[in-house]
Every structure is written in structure tokens, then in C-alpha cells.
């Protein structure tokens, strides 16, 4: 062997086959990284301009012609649209930054806490910061050579299930040693996690009574996307129905509907909002709700469903309307979560 190629030889075995104590115990650990949707580094224009143009360039997020919707977008949408989600933003942000980001956080934390010393635990956003990219980079310095990557939206959807898993890979095709990978897409079924959201129904039983009704709001998606096979749907109404035999309510007390559109196409139905309008008129002045889609609570919680859809209901004759709020960092969630990853091997 040429001196170049030993001294190349000899680099490559002091690098990867033989690592100082401490580095051999961390290849040894799993990496874990929990992923959201992600929010903007701050409630102004000049922010959501950014984190919308990422957001919405997303073609797993709007499946539209590609030319044609970025037209759309870069013409129309990103003009108007930043100063209005900025004034909304304004309602939630709190002295620690966003609530999903400080909520995900303590999230990350306790999770770590929980699994011990057997994993890594980081934190990655779809969009915005921190970035799925960042945080697999912070495994590879550590030489950790198995992820686990667990996206936390219970149902699993193309366009937010799907859509972390393309930036997962996204990055990990530019690296030489691809690590062994675990993508977990969904966790419906754990019973964990249902009887941590049967927890706070029944909480909400015992200090405010039995309401008239339960509304499961789920966020929307186009139609379309349904016919086209995504089973994010089924994967809601199948939450709902699991959350309700758990507390053995019955079936005409729990109505999943679909919040958030955006544009003007049909997407799945009824509509929250739409629902909550309608239901004083049938005598349903009581109302609970909740949104098990969201692992933390966020813009689309804390002002759309805790603020917009009271006014719509209250304004339509209703007479108490409580939400329940998302699972967030409560100890019986993050027994979930430790849970869901253990049965993956961690």
C-alpha cells in the first residue's frame, strides 16, 4: 500500500473503528427526533413571509401544478397573507417565544428524561427552526449510527406525516453513511395515547359536567386528497370512535369535524366552524372540544378553535363552550410518546 493510501487507511479506522470510550458509548445510543409542523422565529410580516413561502412551497402540502401555484403564491398569497397570520400570531406568542416551539420543547426534555441514558433526544421542525436538518446533523457529530424519527401527528396524512419523512431523506441522501432508520408514521392505536385524551374528557366531565356535545376537531385537508387515497380521514373518525369506547360514551355525544381550509375548494366535512353554527339551532347550547391532530397546542388551537370558533358559536345562540386543551407536556403524554418509541425499539 503507497504511503497516501495507508495514511487515508489509517485516518479512516481512527475515525470510525476506533472510537474513544466516550464516542463508542454514544454510537451505542438511538438518536430520537420528534418533528411538528414547525412556526415562524417571530410574530411579524417579515417572518411569516418566510415561514409561509417554505410552508406552502411544499408540494406535498398543496398538490396543485407546480408553476401555476407558485405564481399564486409568490403573486398574490405572500402579499396579503403575512401581515394577517402576523396580527393572529400576535394573540398567542408569549415572553418564551411560540407556544408550539416552548411547548415542543419541554416536550423533547421530558421525553429525554423518561427514555434515559439509552437515547438522544432532538427536536426538529418541518419548517422553520429548529430545522429536521439541523438536528439529524447534531447525530452525526455524535457519530450516532440509529434514528429514530417519530413526527408527532397521531393520524398519519401525506401532507404532514408524509412531508417529514421527504425531509428526512432529503438530507440524508447527501451523507456518506447513512444511519439504520426507523420512521414511525402514525400512533392511532397506542392505547397510551387514547387513554391519556380519554383523561382529559373525563377531567373536563368532573370539573364542568357532561356538555351537550363533544367536538373532535381535526385539521382539514382537501377532498381530493382523501379520493386520492390518504387515509387521514379514516385515521380521525377511528380516533374518535377509540377516545369514546375508552369512556364508554355514546355514539351521538362525540362529532369529529375538520377545521382550518384554506381556499376555496371542498375539504373534508362538516366543518367545524360550520357545525358549532349550526348546532344552538338544534338545541345544543353546551359544547366541549378538543383537537387530538395537535400533540401541542398552537396557533390553530389557541386562537382559531379557543377564540374564532367560541365567537361563532356563542354569537349563534350557544351558552358555555370550553377547549379542552392539547395533550402538550402532561406526564401521561410523554409516557405515551416513551411508549410508542420503546415499541420501536428504543
Request: hydrophobic share 40%; charged share 25%; with cysteine.
Amino acid at each position: 500500500m503507497t504511503p497516501r493510501y495507508s495514511a487515508i487507511n489509517d485516518n479512516i479506522e481512527e475515525r470510525f473503528h476506533q472510537p474513544s470510550d466516550s464516542a463508542r458509548a454514544l454510537q451505542q445510543k438511538t438518536g430520537v427526533l420528534l418533528t411538528n409542523l414547525g412556526t415562524p422565529d417571530a410574530p411579524t410580516p417579515k417572518a411569516l413571509r418566510r415561514y409561509l413561502s417554505e410552508f406552502l412551497s411544499d408540494p406535498r402540502v398543496i398538490e396543485l401544478p407546480r408553476l401555476l401555484w407558485l405564481v399564486i403564491l409568490h403573486g398574490v398569497i405572500l402579499r396579503i397573507r403575512p401581515r394577517k397570520s402576523a396580527a393572529a400570531y400576535q394573540t398567542v406568542w408569549t415572553d418564551e417565544g411560540s407556544p408550539l416551539l416552548v411547548i415542543s420543547q419541554r416536550q423533547c426534555k421530558a421525553v429525554q428524561e423518561a427514555l434515559g441514558e439509552n437515547a438522544v433526544v432532538k427536536l426538529g421542525m418541518r419548517y422553520g427552526n429548529p430545522s429536521i436538518a439541523s438536528a439529524l446533523r447534531e447525530f452525526q457529530a455524535l457519530g450516532i449510527r440509529r434514528i429514530v424519527v417519530l413526527p408527532l401527528y397521531p393520524q398519519y396524512s401525506a401532507a404532514t406525516t408524509g412531508s417529514t419523512f421527504d425531509a428526512v431523506a432529503k438530507e440524508l441522501s447527501q451523507w456518506r453513511w447513512v444511519p439504520e432508520l426507523r420512521f414511525i408514521n402514525g400512533y392511532v392505536e397506542n392505547p397510551l395515547f387514547i387513554e391519556a385524551l380519554a383523561k382529559t374528557l373525563q377531567e373536563h366531565i368532573n370539573n364542568h359536567g357532561m356538555p351537550d356535545r363533544f367536538l373532535f376537531s381535526y385539521h382539514g385537508t382537501p377532498k381530493r386528497y382523501l379520493t386520492a387515497g390518504d387515509p387521514y380521514h379514516c385515521l380521525c373518525h377511528k380516533t374518535t370512535r377509540l377516545v369514546r369506547e375508552k369512556l364508554g360514551l355514546p355514539e351521538d355525544l362525540c362529532m369529529t369535524t375538520f377545521q382550518s381550509r384554506f381556499g376555496r375548494e371542498e375539504w373534508l366535512k362538516p366543518y367545524t366552524d360550520h357545525t358549532l353554527e349550526s348546532l344552538p339551532k338544534e338545541g345544543v347550547k353546551n359544547v366541549a372540544i378538543l383537537s387530538p391532530a395537535f400533540s401541542a397546542d398552537c396557533l390553530e388551537t389557541l386562537e382559531e378553535l379557543e377564540v374564532e370558533n367560541r365567537a361563532c358559536f356563542m354569537e349563534a345562540g350557544g351558552e358555555a363552550y370550553h377547549y379542552i386543551l392539547a395533550l402538550n407536556d402532561r406526564p401521561d403524554h410523554i409516557e405515551a410518546i416513551a411508549d410508542i418509541l420503546r415499541r420501536h425499539g428504543v
